[in-house]
């Protein structure tokens, strides 16, 4: 069934969901729908007129999954999207691109790119049926970041061998909220591992392999389901 997250400031649809639904999809008054706000969702009949609207039919079951943070390093050219959306489908609540000292690419236009990659993650949220669109912000240095605020800082260090996230999941709970951080193309530099070390992050390993940057976060958001 057709899943619509909704607009939190109007508690209606974005406007490019109301082009899907009349133009694309093609839905006539009384087609159901799965609709989301403020992350819970419902089933909902569509009443298409001059405008559409809807009408509620019933809540739809909530699991709770783990709040989980991404703090990305930024990528060159089309590979944050890649992130973007695949962090998003894979459980993901809130992305920090960040800049690292071995970071190639700059953030630009933060705001534009911002509104884009909104706009990729409301669609990978809908295509894999998550409750709500991944908060998206800029820093432009990790020591901004509030680390303080987690319970647990997860970096994933290709330098690590032996500790993997097998050996600290027993220190998350449902109602942790975790910090996965991935660097740039180039890596993390020793000033950085050495400030998440006395931050208190757990660096591991995810494994034998390495991963290109833009799908590194796969690998730790699978893992944590």
Avoid: W
Avoid at 86 to 103: D, M, P, Q, V
Avoid at 110 to 122: C, L, P, T, V, Y
């Amino acid at each position: 069934m057709q899943r619509y997250i909704l607009d939190t400031k109007t508690k209606y649809f974005y406007k490019e969901d109301l082009f899907h639904i009349k133009n694309v999809m093609r839905m006539k008054s009384g087609d159901k729908v799965e609709l989301c706000l403020d992350n819970k969702c419902f089933l909902a009949s569509i009443n298409i007129g001059e405008t559409v609207s809807y009408e509620y039919i019933e809540d739809i079951a909530f699991e709770q999954t783990l709040n989980i943070t991404l703090v990305q390093g930024i990528l060159k050219g089309s590979k944050l999207d890649t992130t973007i959306k695949y962090s998003t489908i894979f459980g993901a609540k809130n992305i920090i691109l960040t800049e690292f000292e071995r970071s190639i690419a700059k953030l630009k236009n933060s705001d534009h790119k911002i509104d884009r990659f909104i706009q990729i993650a409301k669609e990978a949220a809908e295509l894999s049926h998550r409750e709500m669109i991944p908060h998206i912000s800029v820093s432009d240095n990790l020591k901004k970041i509030d680390f303080k605020s987690f319970d647990l800082v997860i970096l994933a260090d290709e330098e690590e061998k032996e500790l993997s996230i097998k050996d600290i999941k027993d220190k998350i709970s449902i109602e942790s909220s975790v910090c996965i951080i991935i660097g740039p193309e180039g890596g993390i530099s020793n000033n950085e591992r050495l400030y998440l070390k006395n931050i208190g992050a757990s660096l591991i390993t995810l494994g034998k392999y390495i991963y290109p940057a833009e799908i590194a976060a796969i690998s730790l958001l699978e893992q944590l389901k």
